[in-house]
């Protein structure tokens, strides 16, 4: 007989779950809703992401551009961070992340409601680490590569995720790239 496998946004068979895979908050599941476009990243990925990341984040500085589901960010969270500012515009995600947040007492989370890019384009603030994750397909991803850099501290990085291969752009090296499925994801290092 072949088991049933977990339907994609599923953890542990619960529909619309994400795990965090390390550090202070490991093991717990974060409930997230039904949004078009909207597909946390993979356990194998972030897994991978935090690998090359060297695990912890002790004191960094995070941006979670789109936010969704919040996995990223929250996983930055649980593993150090001093700061994460989550962007996202959708309010049942926002409603989301707030209970999340509440449940894992993160407080070291700002959650903002706003568009991605448009609050890249006014806000002055660095981050050692930006996480660039867009609606999947959206081709969202590249618009926000362009303002990005301004907001790199010195040796900053980049995760960007998207439907197509992670091309290099000015003023970044590509560290580590790889795909799981449709998805291709690469970091990048500021230069």
């Known amino acids: 007989m072949l088991a049933k496998r977990a339907a994609p946004g599923r953890a542990h068979g619960a529909a619309?779950?994400?795990?965090?895979?390390?550090?202070?908050?490991?093991?717990?599941?974060?409930?997230?809703?039904?949004s078009a476009g909207l597909r946390p990243t993979p356990d194998r990925v972030r897994e991978t992401l935090?690998?090359?990341?060297?695990?912890?984040?002790?004191?960094?500085?995070?941006?979670?551009?789109f936010a969704g589901s919040g996995a990223l960010g929250f996983e930055a969270a649980s593993r150090g961070a001093g700061r994460v500012i989550m962007i996202e515009r959708d309010r049942a995600a926002i409603d989301a992340l707030e209970?999340?947040?509440?449940?894992?007492?993160?407080?070291?989370?700002?959650i903002h409601r706003a568009d991605a890019l448009a609050w890249l384009a006014n806000s002055r603030e660095t981050f050692d680490l930006v996480f660039v994750d867009p609606p999947f397909d959206s081709g969202l991803a590249a618009a926000a590569l362009a303002d990005l850099a301004r907001h790199l501290k010195s040796g900053g990085q980049a995760y960007v995720e998207q439907g197509s291969e992670v091309l290099p752009i000015p003023g970044f090296i590509i560290h580590r790239s790889?795909?799981?499925?449709?998805?291709?994801?690469a970091l990048l290092i500021k230069e």
């Open 16 to 34: 619309n779950r994400v795990r965090i895979i390390g550090g202070q908050y490991r093991r717990r599941l974060l409930d997230f809703p039904d």
């Open 50 to 65: 935090f690998n090359w990341l060297g695990q912890d984040l002790p004191g960094w500085a995070c941006l979670d551009l």
């Open 99 to 110: 209970k999340n947040r509440a449940v894992l007492g993160a407080n070291q989370v700002d």
């Open 178 to 185: 790889g795909r799981a499925g449709r998805s291709h994801f």
